[in-house]
């Protein structure tokens, strides 16, 4: 669709599906400041956790429906993690509305917590200064779509140019994650990487030459970071990866897409028969919001319904269409293998903890019969353990992996870090 075309889409938008809604839902809360958080915990905590630093991605940063700010970092798995352990760890805590900033419920209002378009390229949108007090680098250095190379060569001088912004309220000058995380002389370091390496593959297209990096350049980087770690801190746990691509609640195939076709209807969309019993994996997170953000277009045009097609461009293509066909779903779980055993050996062979992803995504996060209604005009259309973006977890979500992170540290050092199994820890500073 013409980028023209896609803007004015996305404008009828906000006019007309906000209608769509049967039910009311609150925007976003502002973020409470620090001032206002009290604090779970005040007694002293397990020794290690005096220096933890935590290296990895958008997930162990604390992003959230597409956004980080001072709230969801407060609420980040490693933030919790500590906490469980009495401590409170040092955050590069941004300033409201984020850098950048995160959606806002329901899907259909089109908007960020800034005001911004949903649909804002990154480099375009606000980022926010780091809240007042906050010394760089802190115990928690992940950055928003770090590949494992990033963490170990990008620097705020020379960043990730696809988010270039966040680096220098991350890291302080010259320094990269891993020397940022040796700088700290840690007792504890939790690693986070890989995903961002392969999550390009939401894109449709496997393999990318530039979306995904293939595992054989991965590995050794991988491998590098680790060695470095294991030269700095007595203990770590590494972080695996989902097993099975198709587990995220932002996948659905074809045929479910099919299944919930009448749920198009207030949004103008028709869905295509190629979808019926089609096993192709479609993003939805971008495909359904496209579809009825232009079906909102052709009814304010008086051009009928705006039809959803299932078809899978070929890979050998290049054309980011958001779909996988089964053959590029076997492609990126095989990879997803071939990482997951290289993270579970270095975990192995040094004796760290270790615990997937999957502990989330495929043991917890369930999927519902696809509603297209749900997804556009609920608060919560990928449930209570996923944010609205549908890869990031909720604080919810955050807290079982920070459980998960305890029992493997339990498991393997004997920590006897307690596990509360109930709600999220909220921030305590």
């Known amino acids: ?76 798995w490693p933030a919790q993690l500590a906490r469980l352990a009495h401590r409170e760890i040092d955050l590069p805590l941004l300033q409201a509305p984020g850098c950048a900033a995160p959606l806002v419920a329901p899907l259909a209002s089109g908007v960020r917590l800034s005001g911004e378009s949903a649909a804002l390229p990154f480099l375009a949108r606000q980022c926010a200064p780091n809240v007042a007090g906050v010394q760089l680098p802190t115990a928690n250095v992940a950055i928003d779509g770090a590949r494992t190379t990033h963490a170990l060569r990008a620097t705020p001088e020379n960043p990730d140019p696809g988010h270039a912004t966040q680096y220098p309220r991350v890291l302080a000058p010259g320094m990269t994650q891993v020397s940022a995380m040796e700088s700290q002389n840690p007792k504890i370091v939790s690693v986070e990487l890989g995903g961002n390496d392969i999550l390009g593959a939401r894109y449709g297209v496997y ?57 198009f209807a207030p949004f103008n969309v028709a869905v295509s028969a190629d979808c019926e019993n089609s096993t192709n994996l479609l993003f939805i997170a971008v495909r359904v919001p496209v579809a009825a953000a232009t079906g909102a277009f052709y009814r304010a045009n008086g051009l009928g319904a705006y039809t959803l097609s299932c078809v899978n461009a070929p890979s050998a293509t290049n054309i980011q269409d958001y779909v996988l066909d089964a053959n590029d779903v076997a492609g990126v779980n095989a990879q997803l293998a071939a990482m997951n055993a290289v993270i579970r050996e270095e975990a192995r062979t040094r004796g760290f903890a270790y615990f997937p992803l999957g502990a989330l995504y495929e043991d917890v996060v369930t999927k519902p019969a696809f509603n297209a209604i749900t997804l556009m005009t609920s608060g919560q259309p990928y449930g209570a353990y996923v944010s609205l973006d549908g890869i990031h977890p909720t604080a919810e979500g955050q807290r079982v992996l920070a459980e998960a992170a305890a029992r493997a540290l339990n498991e393997t050092y004997k920590f006897g870090i307690p596990v509360s199994g109930g709600p999220s820890l909220f921030a305590a500073r």
């Open 207 to 263: 393999p990318s030459a530039n979306e995904i990096v293939p595992f054989a350049a991965w590995e050794p980087e991988y491998r590098a970071v680790v060695a470095r770690v294991d030269a700095a801190a007595k203990h770590a746990v590494l972080v695996g990866l989902v097993n099975d691509v198709r587990t995220f609640p932002s996948f659905r195939t074809g045929a479910e897409i099919w299944n919930g076709r009448a749920t």
């Open 1 to 76: 669709m013409p980028a023209a075309l896609r803007r004015s889409a996305l404008a009828a938008l906000l006019v007309v599906l906000a209608a769509c809604s049967d039910q009311a839902t609150e925007p976003l809360a502002a973020p409470r400041s620090v001032d206002q958080i009290t604090p779970d915990f005040v007694s002293e905590g397990i020794g290690v956790f005096q220096r933890y630093v935590a290296i990895g991605t958008s997930i162990t940063m604390g992003v959230s429906s597409d956004g980080v700010l001072a709230s969801s970092q407060q609420t980040s």
